[in-house]
């Protein structure tokens, strides 16, 4: 399980490293638009989620998972295979976040003290990673962020 968390946050790190100092390498391009990247984040996830079903199941003799209520949350997650599965899970939406904020960046010609904060931001603490962006659109356009494009 250690091998695999470690994997995990070696497996990203070109990706993010090459969205905020080799934006305009034409393989950076390709990797924060290629669903196999994304996606390979996302089965990461579907694969560390059945893994802790299974591990629950298999200590108690039937599945226990409970994401209704906060303590049914923290129990989950309080297991080594929960907190690999809420890691993975994240790690591939961070991911997904920054490729999408990269783009935008490109797209709005974002200055690139912009786009490596936005990044970093969203690399170690996610959301707010986003909101910094968010921010600095709204400041500088003025209006809502048409996301559809």
């Known amino acids: 399980m250690e091998t695999f968390f470690k994997y995990l946050n070696t497996f990203p790190m070109p990706l993010w490293l090459a969205m905020m100092f080799a934006p ?3 393989l950076t391009e390709r990797a924060s638009r290629s669903s ?3 996606g390979i984040a996302a089965a990461h ?10 591990q629950d199941q298999s200590s108690s003799g039937k599945v226990k998972l409970d994401i209704m209520s906060l303590e049914g949350v923290r129990t989950g997650l309080s297991s080594p295979h929960g907190a690999l599965a809420g890691w993975a ?5 961070d991911l997904f976040t920054g490729a999408w904020i990269f783009r935008q960046c490109r797209r709005f010609n974002a200055p690139s003290w912009l786009r490596v904060l936005a ?9 707010f990673g986003l909101l910094i962006f968010l921010l600095w659109y709204g400041r500088s356009f003025g209006e809502a962020l048409p996301i559809d494009s």
């Open 45 to 54: 996830y579907v694969l560390a989620i059945i893994n802790a079903v299974r």
């Open 36 to 38: 196999s990247v994304l």
């Open 119 to 127: 990044l970093l931001f969203t690399l170690m603490t996610g959301p």
């Open 89 to 93: 899970h994240m790690l591939a939406l």
């Open 24 to 26: 305009n390498h034409a």
